[in-house]
């Protein structure tokens, strides 16, 4: 599991005086992209893009402009090109969303699909495993 903190601006608070729901997708790219490359070598990173498919969100709980919150990111597995992970928006112990998505893994220069390096899945999936 990679913890990323997450900060929280003015702009994103909404009309109801919390964090706007929108907020949290831009949350998960930048927390996912953060663990890529946290976790993979440099020359994966620089060769590499990634891609949001698909994301379901569960709000638990507002996160509020003073919070201090933390996303939590398990990458699950890989299928192909295709990476699933499991974000955990925290504040403390509370959670306050729980967000699945898959990504897709792109070339960064012809920007097609691009199936990683069997050594790489095994740094960058927590299970080391494809869920193929």
């Known amino acids: ?7 929280i601006q003015e702009a994103d608070i909404d009309f109801m005086g919390h964090v706007n729901n929108a907020v ?4 998960v790219q930048e927390s996912v992209i953060a663990y890529w490359r946290k ?38 597995g890989m299928q192909g090109a295709r990476a699933f992970f499991h974000t955990i928006v925290r504040r403390g112990e509370e959670v306050l969303a729980e967000v699945k998505s898959s990504w897709c893994c ?17 740094r960058f999936v927590s299970d080391g495993g494809d869920k193929s």
Do not use: C
């Open 106 to 122: 792109l070339d960064a220069v012809s920007k097609r699909p691009a199936r990683l390096e069997r050594a790489i899945v095994d």
């Open 24 to 27: 949290y997708l831009n949350w």
């Open 1 to 7: 599991m990679f913890q990323h903190p997450l900060a």
């Open 39 to 76: 976790t993979a070598p440099a020359e994966a990173v620089a060769g590499h893009l990634w891609v949001a498919l698909k994301h379901e969100i569960s709000y638990r709980r507002p996160a509020f402009l003073k919070d201090v919150v933390v996303a939590d990111v398990i990458a699950e």
